[in-house]
């Protein structure tokens, strides 16, 4: 997927729309960087396909608030399996 930045672009956007999932979680699905997910999905989608990027946004931004909590979990399990 890494030639064709609008085509990955739009898929990386619906994958997350339709899982709830985070960039990390999109770029391992698609076999690129974070940070090429982010690019894709908070500058190229704005141009491609505006409808499409504020679904993404809204994804994204329930991710955002709930990241600390995430990490938390995973602090947690991590020193659950250590022990």
Sequence with gaps: MKG???ERTVLAAEYIIENGAT???AA???GVSKSTVHKDVSE???KINPKLF???RVVLDKNKQERHLRGG???K???ARLR
């Design 54 to 56: 504020e679904e993404v």
């Design 73 to 75: 979990k995973a602090t």
């Design 44 to 46: 190229r989608l704005a």
């Design 28 to 30: 391992k699905k698609f």
């Design 4 to 6: 064709m930045p609008e």
């Design 77 to 79: 399990e991590k020193y």
């Design 23 to 25: 960039v990390r979680a």
